[in-house]
């Protein structure tokens, strides 16, 4: 956003920040349940985004109390059960709104870092 | 540190409902299962899987404070739910309509059927307010007796007190269980209600010359229960605990300074540090009562 005052965060911020966009953009594409989106986080991003596990469900219930993913309960063959977490309309939304967010950021860190390259 | 201990701290910490705590501690058990699982068949021992899997996981305060926060904020209807007889009773006195027992026994029977209401479908946080008034029939049926013939009312006081107290201990040890602020939620009118009534009629009887000071006091009574409404309201919209904390200690003490300074002459101080007493009980009982229980469960678990 044109204006907008920023200070200097740590990569523990950035990560926070951002950790909605994350988890509603991996559930995007598929429904996952709570390993499956640390394992996922991890191999997306080759080790970058490595947290407490413990503190993913937190983020997750704080989305689905906002409506934005939905969790349902599912049986597997060997009787364990697992939460799976599907994307909502509200959350499609949501992430729109914060890809175009992140879209505009990009391009304007670009445009400080490499001076000379025009923004694709 | 064994799972079950582990898990314990957490859900302890979180304080969640019913409804609410079975889900969110399957969804982590079966979260340290599939990563236990995984580390063994790496070559870890069952040990050393569950140590190294607890390490990833997280702090355990972290992970219950987080929980609690992603749970804690009431939606609006749960706002209105959970303020409205602190709202009930303040339009009561602000309107003067306390003294038609029309008014009095629809309030009464709204704060029945929604104290059993919430009771039965998982007490959800709107419900402590409620069942705090609750405690008003239970103490006005102990008053009744007072008034019957004499030697009677000593006989059914001797059963009733006895009665009345196990019960309200009861309520007080099941609210505790799940949170201690709930108990204070639901015990913050007592010292308020208490204040009143030494103000209206400080040598504890009700007679003429107590309506009389009822109907010159009515609109602070009204005032007092309107700011305990908009304290619960704010409550219930705030998701941080130590807030929530901090907001009814300042709002508690508040309000039995708004009852003391417009009885002044009424309330001689030892009733005032009396009454300060009363409220720091209604705010350490219910911590010190949930660290005994715990420290209970644990023993016997």
């Not at chain 2, 059914?156 to 107290?165: D, G, H, N, S, T």
């Not at chain 2, 009700?206 to 305990?228: D, K, T, V």
């Not at chain 2, 904390?245 to 300074?257: D, H, K, N, Q, Y």
Request: hydrophobic content about 45%.
């Amino acid at each position: 956003m044109p204006g907008e005052v920023i200070t200097v965060v740590s990569k523990h911020d950035l990560i926070k920040g951002s950790s909605s966009s994350l988890l509603l953009s991996l559930l995007e594409r598929q429904p996952m349940y709570g390993y499956q989106i640390v394992k996922e986080l991890e191999t997306r991003s080759q080790g970058y985004f490595k947290f407490k596990e413990g503190t993913l469900y937190p983020a997750l219930h704080r989305l689905e109390n906002a409506g934005l993913i939905t969790g349902t309960w599912e049986m597997l063959p060997n009787g364990r059960q697992r939460r799976y977490y599907h994307i909502t309309a509200k959350g499609q939304a949501q992430l729109s709104k914060e890809k175009l967010q992140w879209q505009d950021f990009l391009a304007a860190v670009k445009m400080i870092l490499e001076p000379g390259v025009e923004p694709a | 540190m064994e799972l079950t201990q582990y898990l314990e701290r957490i859900r302890g910490g979180a304080k969640l409902g019913p409804s609410e705590e079975k889900g969110v501690m399957s969804e982590l058990k079966a979260h340290i299962e599939d990563r236990v699982e995984e580390l063994t068949g790496a070559g870890l021992s069952e040990q050393e899987a569950l140590e190294t899997c607890m390490g990833q996981m997280g702090n355990t305060k972290l992970i219950a404070r987080q929980i609690y926060e992603a749970y804690s904020q009431g939606s609006w209807k749960q706002v209105l739910l959970a303020s409205m007889p602190h709202l009930l009773f303040g339009l009561l006195f602000v309107l003067n309509w306390w003294h038609y027992p029309g008014w009095l026994s629809i309030v009464l029977v709204l704060i029945l059927a929604a104290t059993a209401y919430g009771w039965t479908r998982g007490k959800p946080t709107w419900l402590f307010p409620w069942l705090g008034y609750t405690l008003l029939p239970v103490l006005a049926a102990g008053i009744f007796l007072l008034y019957t013939p004499t030697g009677w009312s000593w006989l059914a006081l001797a059963f009733y007190i006895p009665l009345a107290l196990w019960w309200l201990f009861h309520i007080i040890v099941q609210t505790t269980r799940r949170d201690w602020l709930l108990s204070t939620l639901m015990l913050l009118p007592v010292p308020i209600i208490t204040g009143w009534f030494l103000a209206i009629s400080p040598s504890g009887k009700i007679n003429e010359y107590s309506i009389q000071r009822l109907y010159y006091f009515a609109p602070w009574i009204g005032l007092s229960f309107l700011i305990l409404a908009a304290t619960i309201a704010t409550f219930i919209r705030l998701r941080q605990r130590w807030l929530r904390v901090g907001l009814l200690a300042v709002s508690g003490l508040l309000t039995l300074t708004l009852v003391v300074y417009h009885s002044t002459g009424r309330l001689a101080t030892p009733t005032f540090l009396g009454l300060m007493l009363v409220m720091w009980g209604v705010f350490l009982a219910p911590p010190l009562l949930e660290r005994y229980l715990g420290r209970n469960r644990r023993t016997t678990a």
